[in-house]
């Protein structure tokens, strides 16, 4: 178990559609930016699952970006190292802590753009900050996470779709 993020293209938004969907009638997007449709039939909804995954666009599955953030206790280490982060420089990651990591396996979240500006200026702290932390993996660790949190950032920002979990 663990804690993936991604941020869905807007191809289908833009028109940009390498093959017509099975049912064009039927399709939406749904709040994510995620390509559905509005129909119970199950063949119906593998032919849309198989568009979807391979034939809507040039990205897999309709995702402009998938990060897997990383595991339950790499998480916890990350959350931890952020707390302690917190506590010697008083500057408070609510966004980080509370939208990203506050579980190491949360699903169906979501940070929506107008959380984005205030999200960027955690993760820039976060890159100033660094220096203060000790051990080198920790640190490499951290830089790895801001720099997939700021990915992630860049693609919803572009795309207008929220960053999802």
Not at 76 to 82: E, F, P, Y
Not at 121 to 131: A, C, D, P, S, V
Not at 138 to 149: M, N, P
Request: hydrophobic share 35%.
């Amino acid at each position: 178990m663990g804690l993936d993020a991604r941020v869905y293209c807007d191809c289908i938004q833009r028109g940009h559609i390498k093959t017509p969907h099975p049912f064009p009638e039927l399709l939406f997007l749904d709040e994510d930016g995620c390509p559905n449709i509005r129909s119970d039939d199950l063949e119906r909804q593998v032919l849309h699952d198989t568009w979807q995954w391979k034939d809507a666009c040039t990205h897999q599955n309709c995702t402009a970006i998938h990060h897997r953030i990383g595991n339950i206790s790499h998480i916890s280490h990350i959350r931890r190292t952020i707390q302690e982060l917190q506590l010697l420089t008083r500057f408070e990651y609510t966004i980080v802590l509370q939208k990203i990591l506050f579980s190491g396996s949360h699903a169906g979240d979501r940070i929506t753009i107008d959380l984005l500006t205030a999200l960027e200026q955690e993760i820039q702290k976060l890159r100033t900050n660094t220096h203060l932390i000790h051990d080198s993996d920790t640190r490499k660790a951290l830089a790895y996470f801001t720099e997939q949190v700021q990915e992630l950032v860049r693609a919803s920002w572009d795309t207008g779709n929220p960053i999802i979990f």
